[in-house]
C-alpha cells in the first residue's frame, strides 16, 4: 500500500513541477517581449536587434536574459508612472 502511495505522489510531485516550470517559462516570454517592445519603440530597433540587445546586455553582465528583461520592464514602468503622477500634478 506504501509502495503505491509512493508512486502515485511521486507523479502528482513531478505534474506539480512540469506545471510551475511552464508557467515560469510562459511568464519569462511574456516579459522578454515587452522588454523587446520598449527596445523597438525607443531605438526602431526590429525584433531580432532588440532581441540581440537583449542578449548582449545579458552577456556583459552576466545575468540572465529574464532578469535583464524584468529590470528594463520595471524601469519602464516607474518611469510610466512617474510621468502619470506628473502630469496629473500640472
Known sequence: MAELFATH???ALG????LEGLNEALHTR????QAMGILMHQYTFDADG???LLIRSSSHANVKLRIVAERLVSAANAKAAETRQHS???
Open 9 to 11: 505522489a511521486a507523479i
Open 15 to 18: 505534474s506539480a513541477n512540469q
Open 30 to 33: 511574456s516579459v522578454i517581449g
Open 50 to 52: 532588440a532581441f540581440g
Open 88 to 90: 496629473r500634478v500640472e
